[in-house]
Nanobody, 129 residues
Framework: QVHLVESGGGSVQAGGSLRLSCAASGYNFSAYCMAWFRQAPGKERERVATISNAGGTSTYYADSLNGRFTVSRDSANNMLYLQMSSLQPEDTAMYYC?????????????????????WGQGTQVTVSS
């Protein structure tokens, strides 16, 4: 059974940093690309970052991040990470990790929530000004 469990959220002031983690279990983690999404109150869930399977050598980031976030993975330990820096109040949201459709050639076109089949419960990030 596939399980994704996020952790690392919290409350920080603008300009601060947080590192989110996602622990995966129940499947061959290395075989699947992974993504981070976020959802702010009253807004749609949006894709933040995607990382390729295995060594995670390919990544995608939302343009709005302006290089402030870094996605990484430790496939040996079934872990996904999102390092967030220079956080702004507009980054306030529930953050979710999600499993993509498989290898990178499939994930390059995985854009919407429907393209990702398993989700964690989310971890809240609140940034105050």
């Amino acid at each position: 059974q596939v399980h994704l469990v996020e952790s690392g959220g919290g409350s920080v002031q603008a300009g601060g940093s947080l590192r989110l983690s996602c622990a995966a279990s129940g499947y061959n983690f290395s075989a699947y690309c992974m993504a981070w999404f976020r959802q702010a109150p009253g807004k749609e869930r949006e894709r933040v970052a995607t990382i390729s399977n295995a060594g995670g050598t390919s990544t995608y980031y939302a343009d709005s991040l302006n290089g402030r976030f870094t996605v990484s993975r430790d496939s040996a330990n079934n872990m996904l990470y999102l390092q967030m820096s220079s956080l702004q109040p507009e980054d306030t949201a529930m953050y979710y990790c999600a499993r993509g459709p498989g290898p990178w050639r499939m994930c390059r076109t995985a854009v919407t929530t429907a393209d990702f089949d398993y989700w964690g419960q989310g971890t809240q990030v609140t940034v105050s000004s």
